[in-house]
């Protein structure tokens, strides 16, 4: 007499154990489902198999979390489609902007790491570059919680579905775009998630069974305020000391400096332009002014320096109040009071037009 298969589905099954036990299952729970059904442990456990997790243990959504992974629609890019930074009007290219523009044009995949003072240019060099040779770049601002899934991709609730999300690497991995890594000096060794992609081998997602292979053109550039040693003045506070290996995956690190006074002025220049408040001898006077102040920093003279960034801030003030010595000082606030004075006082002796008393009360 032939053998009947047993009329009991695995929908069946599933529907005791969901009833009695709920989604996670265990070997004995599964023992009773098996008694239950009058079945072997073994056939129950076949049923099963797309719900196994681990030796002895079961979770009846996991194969329909999966089926609707591949089933469902993709999530919303991590990323905007048009990838392609904008031309900054007021940009004036300076330090590492033509080394890093040549090796993006080339479309070697060269991972690069940046490294310099706070508001000096890093991140804008690159997207600028980008702008310049019509390249996709993807940004990605690295924290102390930067994880796996934040870089990598998870799975995401969509519409009442779960479904895999791309993350920012793999987007940039699957446009052949660059991606930046800014601020990288602050993660975590979860950044570690990295390292095969930082060799050029693209990277296996495992949690979805895919191996996904870099486009040409594809590169990783990365911008820090420290080597990736920590910072040992205490500056920049949450910089962490990362891992050598990762750290040895770049093949060149280039230090940035700040603009030369000429350059700073003329940056200055055009940002006033554009605001309508061009005035040459100001933004002299502000390049100069700053030049003294990080020699000073330099020799060891002061603990604070006056970034590019911060003369731009000081620029959109002064296009606020059109008073030259407030714009200063609101722009210097944020440093203790000897250090914000002795700024405000150096200024004072540069420009001769300017009348400190006068000028602070004044509109």
């Known amino acids: 007499m032939p053998f009947a298969p047993s009329p009991v589905t695995t929908e069946d099954i599933k529907g005791y154990l969901q009833e009695k036990f709920g989604t996670e299952i265990d070997a004995s729970q599964l023992r009773q489902a098996a008694a239950h059904f009058d079945l072997g442990y073994q056939t129950v456990s076949k049923r099963l198999k797309a719900f196994k997790v681990k030796v002895g243990s079961w979770n009846l959504t996991v194969a329909e979390k999966l089926e609707r992974v591949y089933e469902g629609l993709p999530a919303t890019p991590a990323v905007e489609q048009d990838l392609i930074p904008q031309k900054d009007p007021n940009y004036v290219p300076f330090g590492n902007y033509s080394d890093v523009k040549k090796i993006i044009s080339s479309n070697m995949f060269y991972p690069t790491f940046i490294t310099g003072l706070s508001g000096n240019g890093k991140t804008l ?53 660059i991606l930046l890594l800014d601020e990288i000096d602050l993660a975590s060794n979860k950044i570690l998630c990295l390292q095969s992609i930082l060799e050029g081998k693209g990277v296996f997602l495992k949690k979805v069974g895919r191996f996904v292979q870099p486009k040409s053109g594809f590169n990783i550039i990365a911008t820090a305020n420290t080597k990736g040693k920590g910072s040992d003045d205490g500056r920049f506070i949450g910089t962490n000391v990362l891992n050598e290996a990762f750290l040895e995956r770049f093949a060149l690190t280039f230090e940035q400096e700040y603009p030369t006074p000429k350059t700073e002025q003329k940056i200055l220049e055009k940002v006033s332009a554009n605001l309508g408040v061009l005035d040459e001898e ?82």
């Open 125 to 177: 060099s690159v997207e600028q570059a980008c702008a310049q040779l019509g390249r996709e770049l993807v940004r990605v601002n690295i924290t102390i919680e930067t994880d796996e899934d934040d870089l990598i991709g998870g799975f995401r609730l969509v519409d009442g579905a779960t479904v895999w999300h791309d993350g920012p690497v793999i987007q940039a991995l699957n446009r052949g775009a």
């Open 282 to 363: 100001f933004c002299e006077n502000l390049a100069n002014w700053s030049d003294i102040i990080r020699r000073t920093f330099r020799d060891g003279g002061i603990d604070e320096v006056i970034s590019t960034r911060r003369l731009v801030h000081i620029i959109r003030a002064f296009a606020i109040w059109n008073n030259r010595v407030k714009a200063i000082q609101v722009c210097v606030n944020r440093f203790d009071e000897e250090t914000k004075q002795s700024f405000v006082d150096l200024y004072d002796k540069i420009d001769a037009k300017v009348d400190l008393e006068e000028e602070t009360d004044g509109e």
